[in-house]
């Protein structure tokens, strides 16, 4: 079972300051926790790729969301989005980077698919009409494009905070 784990392993990660105060059993207010802490937190969570079903554009197969960055997976290409550093673009409204990774002489149109589904689902609940929502999306741990040359698979996940 990974999820009580990973749920302890969250609550600990928001909570780093309760010390004695866990060992008495008291609870820690979220509110006791700094967002730096939260955002360093979230960004230790394991990298997952949602499947897409409408919440981008009809192309991406598959996107993940880190700290800083999006990577869309088409089904030829990855498409990798930076964000520029809070500091560096402070008022500056700079655009993200946009990084496209195509295989030279790969298969164009290869099986995509996730593997490793994970327990999490992703929704998204924007604007008011229910019917535009996006909900209970799989998550998955990687994702294989199959045979993109022959008797080779691409598969791309995330180890360490890094893709």
């Known amino acids: ?31 006791a926790t700094s967002s730096a802490v939260q955002l360093a937190s979230y960004s230790h969570l394991p990298l997952s790729f949602e499947l897409n079903q409408g919440q981008t554009d009809a192309r991406v197969k598959f996107l993940a969301r880190g700290p800083g960055y999006t990577v869309f997976l088409a089904s030829d290409e990855a498409v990798l989005a930076l964000q520029p ?23 164009r149109n290869a099986r995509v698919s996730g593997e490793g589904e994970l327990p999490g689902r992703s929704n998204y609940f924007v604007g008011n009409d229910p019917q535009r929502w996006h909900t209970h999306i799989p998550t998955y741990a990687q994702v294989r494009y199959r045979s993109v040359y022959r008797g080779i698979d691409l598969v791309y996940y995330g180890r360490q905070g890094q893709l």
């Open 1 to 31: 079972m990974k999820v009580p784990f990973l749920l302890l392993g969250l609550i600990q990660l928001l909570t780093p300051n309760a010390g004695a105060e866990e060992a008495r059993g008291a609870l820690v207010r979220p509110e």
């Open 85 to 107: 550093s809070a500091i560096a673009s402070a008022g500056k409204g700079e655009k993200p980077a946009v990084v496209r990774l195509k295989l030279v002489g790969a298969e």
